[in-house]
Nanobody, 127 residues
Framework: QVQVVESGGGSVQAGGSLRLSCAAS????????MSWYRQAPGEEREEREF??????????TYADSVKGRFTISQGNAKNTVYLQMNSLKPEDTAMYYC??????????????????WGQGTQVTVSS
């Protein structure tokens, strides 16, 4: 099936930077809409907050809370994305999850619209 793997989390002081990576593997013939979500401590899975997304054309969207500080980009390898996080704040502390949604635009044996989640990478920002 599809595996989604995140990396790059860590602990930084406020004002610092981190770069998260995400790769979706399996069914390489498929394209995925890649996005980032985060889940703050004590929140349930259903409360995960949208952070950013990028489509195959490179069009990006961001949550208002991260605009101007975070940048999502596509990697050279297919179905990989990065999230550059600058000017980090304590309120950015969360588990960051990558989600890969099957695109309907390319022939693919998977069901379009189905999303696959990674296991998450922890980001901790201290004041």
């Amino acid at each position: 099936q599809v595996q989604v793997v995140e990396s790059g989390g860590g602990s930084v002081q406020a004002g610092g930077s981190l770069r998260l990576s995400c790769a979706a593997s399996g069914h390489t013939e498929c394209n995925y809409l890649m996005s980032w979500y985060r889940q703050a401590p004590g929140e349930e899975r259903e409360e995960r907050e949208f952070v950013s997304a990028i489509d195959r054309d490179g069009d990006t969207t961001y949550a208002d809370s991260v605009k101007g500080r975070f940048t999502i980009s596509q990697g050279n390898a297919k179905n990989t994305v990065y999230l550059q996080m600058n000017s980090l704040k304590p309120e950015d502390t969360a588990m960051y999850y990558c989600k890969a949604v099957v695109s309907p635009l390319v022939p693919c044996p998977l069901v379009p619209g189905i999303g696959y989640w990674g296991q998450g990478t922890q980001v901790t920002v201290s004041s």
